[in-house]
């Protein structure tokens, strides 16, 4: 009896962690954010949520019309923000940033951060919402990437 309820326990628990694994790794689509687009604007914090699976942020920047706009985004882990040596209380409300993100696919204001570069140079550069598992680079870098090499002269 004994053994079978040790196998009824380890069974379950399998069963779990399968059950568990689809939502996991459906988690970190980038479905509905364009991650072949790249906006930029200077910003003022006006939010960070810093939590795990991810951060999100929330920066007030200028709208279209010349006019203040909230912009949400979802961010990167505490232990992606950690490893390149950022902590919680390095991100104040009212400071002012330059910021890069992938857009929204549905139009929304807001989409998935790309960078942040704080008024004291810091730069942070969000590798979780990286195209293809890659990892982002700051916008200049993707397009000096993207230019194909030209042939000497």
């Known amino acids: 009896m004994k053994k079978l309820f040790n196998g009824s326990i380890l069974s379950a628990s399998a069963l779990i962690l399968i059950a568990a694994a689809g939502p996991v790794s459906a988690h970190h689509s980038a479905a509905g954010v364009d991650m072949t687009k790249i ?48 902590k919680l209380r390095d991100f104040k409300r009212g400071d002012k940033m330059e910021i890069t993100w992938h857009p929204a696919k549905s139009g929304a204001i807001g989409g998935a951060l790309a960078s942040m570069k704080l008024a004291d140079g810091r730069v942070f550069n969000d590798v979780e919402f990286g195209p293809g598992g890659i990892g982002l680079q700051d916008a200049a870098q993707q397009v000096e990437a993207a230019q194909a090499p030209t042939a000497a002269k």
Do not use: Y
């Open 39 to 86: 906006l930029s604007a200077q910003a003022t914090l006006k939010e960070f949520r810093w939590g795990a699976p991810h951060s999100a942020v929330v920066f007030v920047i200028k709208g279209a019309d010349g006019k203040p706009e909230e912009v949400s985004m979802a961010s990167a882990s505490p232990a992606s923000l950690t490893k390149q040596g950022f």
